[in-house]
């Protein structure tokens, strides 16, 4: 896979210099005003994050600010409390039912769908491997071919990397593990840990080009800097999801992790106030790819989110300039 890099640090250091150096440009317009923005704990929706903040102070001359958020407590203070006024990576299936009922009410705004063909979960192993053995490319293929994937701790058998204790998808690979007979079929699944733990068992793999199967999710710079392929012949079934999402399911069946929409969520407030910002807000629309590029250049570089999202505005112009007039365009670029 392609990774851009543009600039230097110092480039970037000067960059970031004449974004937050005080000036009349910074002050805030009165139709715009302070506007709040949830930078989540994860980087892609810090870079977002950022991004945004950069867009609004620079183009709409807004006073932006951004406060720490996590998706279930943003969203519980954007409806109880009107802040923050903005959440740039919302993934809902953690707050459906707060998220609908905030919108039935008239509190939240669903103001686009950040990613535009959304978030992904799945089952990967490394395209070289599939480029090796085309069958491995379908969950049958793998069930079939352990030995591939020999577990260093359990000779003879094939190791499946799960997720860590304690996230919901340790759960979910659990049961599709039993759902789709894998441990009949020779493989054993291992907890990496931690995060980190997870992405450094898939990198080193990568880099030696050796043989790894495990779950991952996107938007990540584990996926934007290693070419992986997503096991198919796993079809999501929304009848039986619940049971395999459930600790106590006492008979999953094969299933797959849905698509899952990554939404750009405001207060009515902020919506209604500030249309003009809120336009540009309710038009940004990324495809993941270019998520995952830019955290792989931000990971390589070892780079902030705030670098981040400058590289973002630097290498993808053609993407943010569609969201908003020419006279935005021109006044965030002279800010760059």
């Given at each position: 896979?392609?990774?851009?890099?543009?600039?230097?640090?110092?480039?970037?250091?000067?960059?970031?210099?004449?974004?937050?150096?005080?000036?009349?440009?910074?002050?805030?317009?009165?139709?715009?005003?302070?506007?709040?923005?949830?930078?989540?704990?994860?980087?892609?929706?810090?870079?977002?994050?950022?991004?945004?903040?950069?867009?609004?102070?620079?183009?709409?001359?807004?006073?932006?600010?951004?406060?720490?958020?996590?998706?279930?407590?943003?969203?519980?203070s954007m409806?109880?409390?009107?802040?923050?006024?903005?959440?740039?990576?919302?993934?809902?299936?953690?707050?459906?039912?707060?998220?609908?009922?905030?919108?039935?009410?008239?509190?939240?705004?669903?103001?686009?769908?950040?990613?535009?063909?959304?978030?992904?979960?799945?089952?990967?192993?490394?395209?070289?491997?599939?480029?090796?053995?085309?069958?491995?490319?379908?969950?049958?293929?793998?069930?079939?071919?352990?030995?591939?994937?020999?577990?260093?701790?359990?000779?003879?058998?094939?190791?499946?990397?799960?997720?860590?204790?304690?996230?919901?998808?340790?759960?979910v690979n659990?049961?599709?593990?039993?759902?789709?007979?894998?441990?009949?079929?020779?493989?054993?699944?291992?907890?990496?840990?931690?995060?980190?733990?997870?992405?450094?068992?898939?990198?080193?793999?990568?880099?030696?080009?050796?043989?790894?199967?495990?779950?991952?999710?996107?938007?990540?710079?584990?996926?934007?800097?290693?070419?992986m392929v997503?096991?198919?012949?796993?079809?999501?079934?929304?009848?039986?999801?619940?049971?395999?999402?459930?600790?106590?399911?006492?008979?999953?069946?094969?299933?797959?992790?849905?698509?899952?929409?990554?939404?750009?969520?405001?207060?009515?407030?902020?919506?209604?106030?500030?249309?003009?910002?809120?336009?540009?807000?309710?038009?940004?629309?990324?495809?993941?790819?270019?998520?995952?590029?830019?955290?792989?250049?931000?990971?390589?570089?070892?780079?902030?989110?705030?670098?981040?999202?400058?590289?973002?505005?630097?290498?993808?112009?053609?993407?943010?300039?569609?969201?908003?007039?020419?006279?935005?365009?021109?006044?965030?670029?002279?800010?760059?």
């Open positions: 896979m392609k990774t851009l890099i543009v600039g230097t640090a110092s480039a970037v250091t000067v960059a970031l210099a004449a974004l937050t150096a005080p000036s009349a440009a910074l002050a805030a317009d009165d139709a715009c005003g302070r506007v709040t923005i949830a930078e989540m704990s994860w980087n892609s929706a810090a870079m977002l994050a950022h991004m945004e903040a950069i867009i609004l102070r620079e183009g709409y001359g807004c006073d932006a600010e951004l406060v720490p958020g996590d998706t279930v407590p943003t969203i519980t409806t109880e409390k009107g802040e923050p006024d903005l959440a740039p990576e919302i993934w809902p299936n953690a707050a459906k039912e707060v998220l609908a009922q905030a919108e039935a009410e008239g509190r939240l705004v669903i103001a686009a769908k950040t990613l535009s063909d959304g978030g992904q979960e799945g089952w990967f192993v490394p395209a070289y491997m599939v480029e090796a053995h085309p069958d491995l490319a379908s969950i049958e293929g793998i069930k079939t071919s352990a030995g591939l994937f020999p577990d260093p701790e359990e000779p003879g058998k094939g190791r499946f990397y799960n997720c860590p204790s304690g996230w919901q998808c340790q759960i659990e049961n599709l593990f039993e759902a789709y007979g894998l441990d009949e079929a020779g493989f054993t699944m291992f907890d990496p840990g931690s995060g980190p733990g997870l992405a450094g068992a898939i990198a080193k793999a990568y880099e030696r080009e050796e043989p790894v199967f495990a779950y991952y999710f996107s938007p990540t710079a584990v996926l934007g800097k290693y070419d997503m096991v198919g012949g796993m079809t999501h079934d929304p009848e039986t999801w619940d049971c395999v999402t459930s600790a106590d399911c006492d008979d999953p069946k094969p299933n797959m992790y849905p698509a899952s929409d990554i939404l750009t969520v405001v207060t009515t407030r902020f919506a209604e106030d500030a249309p003009e910002a809120y336009g540009f807000v309710s038009s940004v629309s990324i495809p993941s790819d270019v998520i995952n590029a830019v955290l792989a250049w931000q990971e390589d570089n070892q780079a902030t989110a705030e670098d981040a999202a400058l590289h973002f505005l630097e290498v993808y112009p053609e993407l943010w300039t569609a969201w908003v007039p020419g006279e935005v365009v021109e006044k965030v670029k002279a800010a760059l």
